[in-house]
Every structure is written in structure tokens, then in C-alpha cells.
């Protein structure tokens, strides 16, 4: 089982820029995507799929509503992904989740939180106008 640990949140201005870290644990991560998500205020459970890289490859898959404004990266050797967010908008202000899953081989990326099956507890961002 993956454990996962987010960190880097916090307050920021609209236009600023932030990156979270997401922290995994495990002998090895090849045949793993890893994915962010965020849950926005008033949404219940509902999480918004944001960005996924598959950790063998570097690869990255993004939703459009954030290509080109967020970065998804890891760090092999500190066994860490990254999310780099520019341009920040209020709109942003959400919790954000670091998850895990299992591609069994598969080439597709998923977007749906129900194909993660770990996830971290998540970090707070809170972007001001």
C-alpha cells in the first residue's frame, strides 16, 4: 500500500504561484500513476481530477481547465510529485489531494478518483483576490 503525505499549502494572492509536494512511500513505484485532485468548497466529496504522471515514464496527462497554468512533476530519487500552480486565481481555493493507482500495464490515464485507490489527506490552498 502507498502512503502518501501533501504538503506546501497555504494563502496565497491571486496571480501567485505555489507548488505542493506529495511525499510517497513504498519500495517502488514503477507501474504507478500519480495524480492530483482537489476538492473545491461546497462540493461534498466531489473531487476534480487535475493532473497525472505516470512515475516509470515522466509522462503527464492534464484536465483542460488547468493545462498550460499547472505542472505535474516528480523526483524519482526523493520518491516525491509535484504540483507547480502559476497564475493562481481565487477559483483555485480548494483542498488539494495527491493519489495513487496501479496501471496493470494499462496505457490510458484515468481521471476518474474511483480508479485511485490511495490518497493522501490533503492540503489546504486558499488563493485571495
Known amino acids: 500500500q502507498v502512503q502518501l503525505v501533501e504538503s506546501g499549502g497555504g494563502l496565497v494572492q491571486a496571480g501567485d504561484s505555489l507548488r505542493l509536494s506529495c511525499a510517497a512511500s513504498g519500495r517502488t513505484f514503477s507501474g504507478y500513476d500519480m495524480a492530483w485532485f482537489r476538492q473545491l468548497p461546497g462540493k461534498g466529496r466531489e473531487r476534480e481530477f487535475l493532473a497525472a504522471i505516470r512515475w516509470s515514464l515522466g509522462s503527464t496527462y492534464y484536465a483542460d481547465s488547468v493545462k498550460g497554468r499547472f505542472t505535474i512533476s516528480r523526483d524519482i530519487a526523493k520518491k516525491t510529485v509535484y504540483l507547480q500552480m502559476n497564475t493562481m486565481k481565487p477559483e483555485d481555493t480548494a483542498v488539494y489531494y495527491c493519489?495513487?493507482?496501479?496501471?496493470?500495464?494499462?496505457?490510458?490515464?484515468?481521471?476518474?478518483?474511483?480508479?485511485?485507490?490511495?490518497w493522501g489527506q490533503g492540503t489546504q490552498v486558499t488563493v485571495s483576490s
Open positions: 493519489a495513487s493507482r496501479l496501471t496493470y500495464g494499462g496505457n490510458m490515464y484515468s481521471s476518474s478518483k474511483a480508479d485511485y485507490g490511495s
